[in-house]
């Protein structure tokens, strides 16, 4: 089982639709997520920062279950700008007490006119 | 403020040439990386450097180097180029506080290096 896995999409959706994305983890030890986007061709920005019970940022809402290991990110009224690749990372303790970091591959939304 | 610049931004080599990718962050942030980002295979990290002075490899450190040569900059170098090392090159940086774990990075723009 991959560490950090997504559906690649893409998720094709109308302007204004609501669209999840989930990313599940195999790592019980992750200590914080973040969801990326990253534009055609260009660097990965960050979105959000997920910590204990989520956090909501406008028309972006993420979410944890760490019971279940994956995390959420909900778009509200989609925009065209929105359009995009959604990388999920998970970032963890390995054994010799040093950080990592592990990017998904990302999911591909197109939000449609 | 520019955040994290790289340069260049294109780069076509012939297999066995070097040549230095070069970063620059004015975040004054104490962690750098170096990544590499192909179809298939999401984000790898190459080299990073927790801090001035020090580099660590990464998940895919063989045929480069690196240098972290002030807080600023972050070079990476490649002594003998090969057509698997065709990628797309980030540079990242982030602030890591006592206590607060984030990793929250800021990335560069990009170097699209291809090796033929």
């Known amino acids: ?18 669209v999840a994305f989930n990313c ?19 660097e990965p920005k960050l979105l959000m920062s997920v910590y204990s019970s989520g956090n909501e940022d406008g028309r972006f809402t993420a979410q944890l279950n760490r019971a279940s290991q994956y ?5 509200r009224d989609s925009k065209l700008s929105d359009s995009a690749t959604y990388l999920c990372v998970v970032n ?15 999911t591909s939304l197109a939000v449609n006119p | 403020n520019a ?18 990718l070069q970063c620059a962050q004015d975040m004054n942030h ?6 590499r980002q192909d179809p298939g295979m999401g984000l790898r990290l190459i080299y990073y450097s927790a801090s001035e002075g020090t580099t660590d490899k990464g998940e895919v450190p063989n045929g480069y180097n ?7 900059e972050f070079s990476l170098r490649l002594e003998s180029a090969a057509p698997s090392q065709t990628s797309v090159y980030f540079c990242a940086a982030s602030q890591v506080s006592r206590g607060r774990v984030t990793h929250e990075q800021y990335f ?4 699209r290096l291809t090796v033929t």
Do not use: H
Request: with cysteine; hydrophobic share 30%.
């Open chain 1, 1 to 18: 089982r991959k560490e950090v896995e997504q559906d690649p999409g893409p998720f094709n959706v109308p302007e204004g639709a609501t």
């Open chain 1, 71 to 75: 995390i959420s990110l909900l778009i």
């Open chain 2, 108 to 111: 560069g723009p990009g170097t």
């Open chain 1, 92 to 106: 963890l303790f390995n054994a010799g007490n040093n950080r990592k970091l592990i990017w998904g591959l990302g």
């Open chain 2, 66 to 72: 690196v240098s972290r040569l002030n807080k600023r």
């Open chain 2, 3 to 20: 955040g994290v610049t790289q340069t260049p931004k294109f780069q076509v080599l012939k297999t066995g040439q070097s040549m230095t």
């Open chain 2, 30 to 35: 104490n962690s750098m990386y170096w990544y």
């Open chain 1, 24 to 42: 599940t983890y195999s790592n019980s030890a992750s200590q914080s997520f973040f969801w990326y986007r990253q534009d055609c061709r260009k």
